[in-house]
């Protein structure tokens, strides 16, 4: 069969928060794999960065503003494919507002939703299912999200796994800082490692400042990268864990997992559990369990430890090219959907499989 022509929307002029850089990315690579074409969703200068946010659920609320969310003209002929991949239910709202900008491009429509909880998906307005409704082949990042929004809409939805732009992040097999926590923080945790780096001497590096506070999301995932490759450990729960109602009793993989792996560093904290993380995280020495009441001084400098050696480290690290890279996701997710592998995407994987074997 042919390689379809591809156009891609992308939400990074949005810029909303760091959250949603890996979704950036992963339509950055759909774009360059088939060498298609990348239009931009933009917002009316009227409308403040976040107010999209606000638009959300019910009686179609996003058509409130009509006109005041737009994707660039289409540059070239009506493509194969339009591949779509909102963070979450704000940018399915700029979606519906823009629907006249993209509903008669592509042959067939993929649209893969980042961050979407069985909470949200019931909450769906007419506005939100709409857009849904017009994509061909719909897919989410959360396993419980998938079942529950293909109850909702009484069709397949497909789940596709978080990943990353590994090839793109650093690592380095001697990291200067012991521990690393970013983002959401457990209190037991914290002062457990607060009492470690008081009784060792030893690098505890946390943030003070909500993700909201970042003034260039670029510029704070590459400092971020830098931070993973740089620790021994790197604190990773599962995603929301302090957040039960949004995630009602799910346990859902988060892109510390392969931020971390990626950087070399060990994952410590309390993991999600089932097949998923079984297969692409489990058999690893170097994903440990650090509960969130907290631990020892001496049970933390073993972890510690075990994050400065190079075998740990470069065993993450391959794993994290073998499986976790953004690639990985979109040939999973063409395959099931029955689209050739275009020859970017090929050259891509090889990229990745001979990184992962120079990695020791």
């Known amino acids: 069969m042919p390689i379809p022509t591809v156009q891609t929307i992308s939400f990074r002029e949005i810029r909303l928060g760091p959250w949603a850089i890996h979704g950036f990315r992963t339509t950055d690579i759909f774009t360059e794999v088939f060498g298609g074409e990348m239009r931009l969703m933009r917002l009316a200068t009227s409308v403040p960065p976040r107010a999209a946010l606000h638009f959300s659920k019910g009686l179609k609320a996003s058509r409130r503003i009509p006109g005041r969310a737009a994707v660039d003209p289409r540059r070239g002929p009506k493509p194969d494919v339009l591949f779509a991949n909102p963070q979450d239910v704000g940018d399915l709202n700029l979606l519906a507002m823009s629907r006249d900008d993209w509903i008669d491009c592509g042959t067939r429509k993929i649209l893969l939703i980042n961050e979407a909880w069985e909470s949200d998906v019931v909450s769906w307005g007419p506005a939100q299912l709409e857009v849904i409704d017009a994509f061909d082949v719909v897919a989410c990042q959360f396993e419980q999200a998938s079942a529950a929004l293909q109850r909702r809409i009484g069709r397949t939805v497909l789940h596709s796994a978080i990943g990353i732009d590994v090839l793109d992040a650093p690592w380095s097999p001697e990291p200067p800082i012991g521990v690393l926590n970013l983002g959401r923080r457990a209190e037991g945790q914290h002062d457990a490692l607060m009492a470690w780096a008081d009784d060792t001497g030893g690098w505890y590096h946390f943030d003070t400042m909500r993700a909201t506070e970042a003034n260039d999301v670029f510029l704070h995932r590459r400092n971020t990268a830098r931070l993973f490759a740089e620790s021994a450990v ?58 969130l009441e907290g631990a020892t001084v001496d049970e933390i400098e073993a972890l510690v430890q075990l994050g400065r050696r190079r075998d740990v480290r470069a065993a993450n690290r391959r794993r994290a090219l073998e499986q976790l890279d953004i690639a990985h996701r979109i040939a999973e997710l063409l395959d099931t959907v029955g689209i050739d592998r275009p020859d970017g995407l090929r050259d891509r994987l090889g990229a990745l499989r001979d990184a992962a074997a120079a990695t020791a």
């Open 234 to 291: 790197s604190v990773c729960n599962f995603a929301r864990f302090n957040d039960e109602s949004r995630r009602g009793n799910y346990t859902e993989i988060g892109t510390r997992y392969p931020e971390t792996l990626a950087a070399g560093a060990v994952a410590a904290g309390v993991h999600a559990k089932g097949e998923l993380f079984d297969r692409e995280y489990g058999g690893l020495e170097g994903i440990v369990d650090l509960p």
